[in-house]
């Protein structure tokens, strides 16, 4: 989902309790929350991160299909929503070492409205953040391939065409401003026509 300046965010809410997802629900009422969607169970959630991507989950534990750890877990693997479980005080500690490593935040029941929304607002801020750092992952590992086929092709005609470094270099750079190219689309038109000499 896209942030706007009112970084809103999706949410999925699941509970094996009616009375429980009416409570959460209005928690997540705000123009910050939107839509707010609830459901009953394990499998009813899986279904439905298929259809729609959702920016925060929100599992309140035990659920009837199951306890809700591995629903946690499997939905922790989506890098585009945060998971947050809800547990009973006694199990806490025991749930959290399994799915800390995974990223999902445990929180200890009895929730108060408002550590809920910060647990929210701690989510989103998580979720920015590492949309961020995926950009620029992204950014340095297209430059890096940049530098691999300049380089391949820097080496392509310094043995082909007998070129020293520096000048395979130059004849590059130039072909690429005369081109009004990038040198990645300048390095890759020269290795296929060098591979064809």
Same mark, same amino acid.
């Given at each position: 989902?896209?942030?706007?300046?009112a +970084?809103?965010?999706?949410?999925?809410l699941?509970?094996? %309790?009616e009375?429980?997802? &009416?409570? =959460?629900?209005?928690?997540?009422?705000?123009?910050?929350?939107a839509?707010?969607?609830v459901?009953?169970?394990?499998?009813e959630?899986?279904?439905m991160?298929?259809? !729609?991507?959702?920016?925060? !989950?929100?599992?309140?534990?035990? =659920?009837?299909?199951?306890?809700?750890?591995? =629903?946690?877990?499997?939905?922790?693997?989506?890098? %585009? *929503? *945060?998971?947050?479980?809800?547990?009973? &005080?006694d199990?806490?500690?025991?749930?959290?070492?399994?799915?800390?490593?995974?990223?999902?935040?445990?929180?200890?029941?009895?929730?108060?409205?408002?550590?809920?929304?910060?647990?929210? %607002?701690?989510?989103?801020?998580?979720?920015? +953040?590492?949309?961020?750092?995926?950009?620029?992952?992204?950014? =340095?590992e297209?430059?890096?391939?940049?530098?691999?086929?300049?380089?391949?092709?820097?080496?392509?005609?310094?043995? +082909?065409r007998?070129?020293?470094?520096a000048?395979?270099?130059?004849?590059?750079?130039?072909?690429?401003?005369?081109?009004?190219?990038?040198?990645?689309?300048?390095?890759?038109?020269?290795?296929?026509?060098?591979?064809?000499?």
């Amino acid at each position: 989902m896209a942030y706007n300046g009112a +970084k809103q965010n999706s949410v999925l809410l699941v509970s094996g %309790s009616e009375r429980s997802r &009416g409570t =959460l629900a209005e928690v997540f009422s705000t123009s910050r929350y939107a839509p707010v969607t609830v459901c009953g169970s394990a499998a009813e959630a899986r279904r439905m991160v298929l259809d !729609v991507p959702f920016s925060l !989950v929100f599992i309140n534990t035990p =659920l009837p299909d199951e306890p809700g750890v591995q =629903l946690a877990l499997d939905l922790s693997g989506n890098r %585009s *929503c *945060c998971v947050a479980l809800i547990v009973s &005080g006694d199990s806490y500690d025991q749930v959290n070492d399994q799915v800390e490593d995974a990223g999902v935040l445990t929180l200890s029941k009895p929730c108060t409205a408002q550590q809920l929304r910060q647990a929210a %607002s701690l989510m989103s801020a998580t979720r920015v +953040k590492l949309a961020d750092m995926e950009r620029k992952t992204a950014t =340095l590992e297209e430059k890096m391939e940049e530098i691999r086929l300049v380089n391949r092709a820097k080496w392509m005609l310094i043995e +082909k065409r007998g070129m020293d470094e520096a000048t395979a270099h130059r004849y590059i750079e130039k072909l690429a401003m005369d081109a009004r190219q990038t040198r990645r689309l300048v390095a890759q038109t020269l290795i296929r026509s060098l591979d064809n000499d």
